[in-house]
């Protein structure tokens, strides 16, 4: 089947205008049970062939299966006029071309059983092969039988002389008009012509179809391989995307916010070391120092619209680090922790600088302890509401809970605000180096403890248990890892 | 006699429309009063709510800094809906707003702007103006 597509193709490029590409398309497309049948025969044929050159009696017992082979083939030969043709691409044959009979192989096969003339010139030619000799029968089955065997050797000869294929090929090609002109009204056909064209188009469609089959699979792999890539680096920092399937969407969309922020603030944080590094005037640091302020602003931002679709994500902090969670409050960090530990990294400050970041620290320890009683009276509300009194009506105590669970958010809202505020304020109170540096202590402190977390999630569980006093620690470890609600704020 | 009556509606539906304006503008401005002579009274004043727990916190914080306030709770009050109306139209929004507090007759507005007051030093400042503060 190659070799006879190798024909075609070969005799695409220097066939008439009439029949350019669809030979190929023709052979190896529309017919393709038929072509499959001859791929079958073919490769049986060899078989046989080798059977018959062995033995060399088993062509009478293979009648029947020849007859169904010939069938098959005796039908397509008279379409596929190169089939006789392809009977002379033998290199013998290329001396012989103008042999009588090559005008007529058509017309022989056709009119197998008339005359034995044709069968026997056709014998002729390859003298040597024994099948020759066996195919003088005057069964017209069998003449059709050995003309395909013979075909079929001369394939084979021909795909063993790579060399002569083109010369064979091109032959083949001026053999096909000379030999074919009684096919070729046939093919001229408009109802054929049609086909062809037909063919063509769905040959065409066909392919198109594949490619962007084949397009589509690489983009998803990409796809694929860009969505692992964000995975992996998100199980890296510690942030568990989506567990136990219980993220709301608003959730699930400001976990992806906040890992995109947090891959902000490493590059700011480069950016402001690089800019204290250096030797930056203080008006350019300043920039430095207000977008820093600027992003963070940005941080509280996510968190309101977040506040809205999800308290109770943002509560229970399953979007930090699981080192930062313990040392939640209201959903965030403590500005009084954090400034207690800023002063201790900032030593050398001003005597008004000093003054003005203890008002600060200790304003903001007022306002979180009053955010905190209100929230605690909250949570009491909420249990007693949930719990439901002497009367129980249970449509009203769910519209009360809900109203507490409005509630929570302006507190998740509140600490948000205080947050921001005093972060503002310390960048009103330090000078700009002084800020600097503050954000650079704090990112540099929260890359700490992510590095922390990731450190402590990758960790080997065997090893940990060593004697008793640390089986304890790490019993509790184990058991608080499965259940983070441990870590409450409240 | 009816005839008359109707004629009259008929006739001016444009003045009964202002008069109807006219009312809810005295009314207003009534409650408005109200308020106005309410947080004159002391010098912090908290229009609250007794189930509200954000009032609460405000309440606390204030007491955590030694200032004494006068607490005023609207759910306990006959007019308190619409003095809670005449508040969120100071505010100028639309939704509940409750704790509001006022320092010195003057509006310093929601738990929000108290706290980044409270943060930046200015609320400090203005206790010890009204006299609710010494230090």
């Known amino acids: ?490 | 006699m009816s005839q008359e009556k109707l004629m009259h509606y008929q006739v001016d539906p444009w003045n009964c429309y202002m008069m109807r304006v006219r009312r809810r503008r005295m009314e207003e401005e009534d409650e408005m009063e109200r308020v106005m002579r309410i947080v004159s009274e002391s010098a912090v004043v908290i229009f609250s709510s007794s189930s509200c727990c954000m009032c609460h916190a405000m309440k606390s914080l204030f007491c955590g800094m030694g200032v004494n306030t006068m607490v005023h709770e609207l759910d306990q009050d006959s007019k308190g809906k619409q003095m809670e109306k005449t508040l969120m139209r100071l505010l100028a929004t639309n939704s509940t707003t409750l704790p509001v507090v006022f320092i010195g007759g003057k509006l310093v507005g929601s738990m929000d702007t108290l706290l980044a007051f409270h943060v930046n030093g200015s609320l400090v400042q203005l206790l010890k103006q009204a006299g609710a503060l010494w230090l």
Request: charged share 20%; proline share 4%; with cysteine.
């Open chain 1, 1 to 490: 089947m190659a070799s006879q597509r190798i024909g075609e193709i070969g005799s695409s490029e220097s066939e008439p205008s009439s029949q350019h590409v669809p030979y190929g398309v023709l052979h190896g497309i529309t017919t393709s049970t038929s072509s499959l049948m001859n791929q079958g025969s073919s490769f049986d044929f060899g078989e046989l062939e080798e059977a018959i050159v062995l033995q060399g009696i088993k062509i009478r017992n293979d009648e029947g299966k020849a007859s169904l082979f010939t069938s098959k083939p005796a039908a397509t030969l008279e379409m596929f006029p190169s089939w006789p043709i392809r009977f002379q691409q033998t290199p013998r044959l290329v001396a012989s071309l103008t042999s009588p009979s090559l005008t007529n192989p058509y017309g022989g096969s056709k009119s197998g059983g008339e005359s034995t003339d044709s069968g026997s010139t056709e014998l002729q030619f390859d003298t040597d092969s024994p099948i020759s000799v066996k195919a003088s029968s005057s069964d017209h089955q069998n003449r059709a039988f050995d003309q395909i065997q013979q075909q079929e050797t001369a394939t084979n000869d021909v795909l063993r002389t790579e060399t002569s294929q083109n010369q064979s090929t091109a032959k083949s090609y001026q053999e096909k008009k000379k030999g074919a002109s009684s096919t070729s009204e046939k093919t001229l056909d408009p109802k054929t012509l049609r086909r062809l064209a037909q063919n063509r188009e769905a040959a065409k469609k066909s392919r198109l179809r594949k490619k962007a089959y084949v397009q589509q699979l690489e983009t998803s792999r990409l796809r694929l391989a860009n969505l692992e890539q964000d995975l992996q680096r998100a199980r890296s920092q510690g942030l568990f995307m989506g567990c136990g399937g219980n993220t709301s969407p608003g959730a699930a969309i400001f976990d992806m916010e906040y890992a995109r922020w947090v891959e902000e603030d490493e590059r700011q944080l480069v950016e402001v070391r690089n800019g204290l590094q250096g030797a930056l005037t203080d008006n350019e640091l300043r920039v430095i120092v207000e977008g820093y302020l600027c992003h963070y602003d940005e941080l509280f931002q996510l968190k309101g619209v977040a506040v809205h679709s999800d308290v109770f994500h943002l509560i229970n902090g399953i979007w930090t680090s699981p080192a930062e969670r313990p040392f939640l409050w209201i959903g965030g960090f403590r500005p009084s922790d954090l400034i207690t530990m800023l002063m201790q990294q900032l030593e050398p400050l001003a005597e008004q600088q000093m003054v003005g970041i203890c008002e600060l620290r200790h304003s903001s320890h007022q306002a979180e302890d009053a955010l905190t009683q209100g929230h605690e009276q909250l949570q009491h509300s909420i249990v007693h509401t949930i719990a439901g009194g002497p009367v129980v009506d249970g449509v009203q105590q769910m519209v009360a809970a809900m109203a507490k669970i409005s509630s929570l958010e302006g507190f998740v809202r509140q600490g948000d605000n205080l947050r921001q505020q005093s972060l503002h304020q310390l960048c009103r109170i330090l000078t700009v180096r002084q800020a600097a540096r503050c954000f650079l202590i704090i990112g540099e402190y929260y890359g700490r403890l992510r590095a922390l977390s990731s450190l402590w999630t990758s960790r080997p569980r065997e090893t940990l248990i060593t004697d008793d006093n640390s089986c304890q620690a790490t019993t509790e470890l184990q058991m608080l890892q499965p259940s983070h609600s441990h870590f409450s704020s409240f």
